[in-house]
């Protein structure tokens, strides 16, 4: 508090700039040694800190939004850079399993294709030829095995 001319004293924060001034902290029978100011009330007259005697206190500074919110702009950048890491995860995911579908329409057109030539083969030939697909069970066999032998070929019993 600092006396003003009138008499009665005001508080640092409650209108005026600055100067040697008494705290509540300081003993209130002696004068504060260390100049003290409101930030403020300096900006709002116009007075730079270069101005202010060495080793002023300025109290009220008004902090800026990093000095407010640094953990909270932490937290959002971590969580704005995991997030992206993810999708970047999530996207090259979607492309490889695109290229995985892609690869296997070309394998089942080419199994297809490799089937359809065997069985053109199968035909083509005047030898009896059957055949047995070990993991359904099926069995196949051209018109020549059923010419020669009259019958279609017993299925396999079992490889015991």
């Known amino acids: 508090m ?3 001319e009138s008499g009665p004293t005001l508080n640092v924060g409650l209108g005026i700039v600055g100067g040697y001034v008494w705290t509540m902290e300081a003993n209130t ?4 040694e260390t100049p003290m100011f409101d930030w403020r009330q300096r900006r ?3 007075i730079g800190e270069d101005r202010l005697p060495e080793n002023s ?9 990093w000095q407010q919110f640094k953990w909270r702009i932490i937290a959002a950048i971590v969580m704005i850079v995991l997030q992206s ?5 999530l996207l090259l995911g979607r492309r490889r399993a695109q290229q995985s ?4 329409v070309i ?9 359809e030539w065997f069985r053109l083969a199968i035909q083509a030939t005047n030898d009896a030829i059957w055949d047995i697909d070990l993991v359904t069970g099926t069995v196949s ?4 095995y059923s010419t020669l032998y009259g019958r279609p070929p017993e299925p396999w019993k079992s490889w015991q």
């Open 85 to 89: 890491l993810l999708i970047g995860g």
């Open 2 to 4: 600092i006396p003003n």
């Open 141 to 144: 066999w051209n018109e020549t």
């Open 57 to 65: 206190i300025i109290r009220f500074r008004e902090m800026s939004m």
């Open 107 to 115: 394998a089942q057109r080419v199994l297809r294709e490799g089937e």
């Open 101 to 104: 579908a892609a690869a296997l």
């Open 44 to 46: 709002r007259w116009g």
């Open 29 to 32: 029978t002696r004068l504060a």
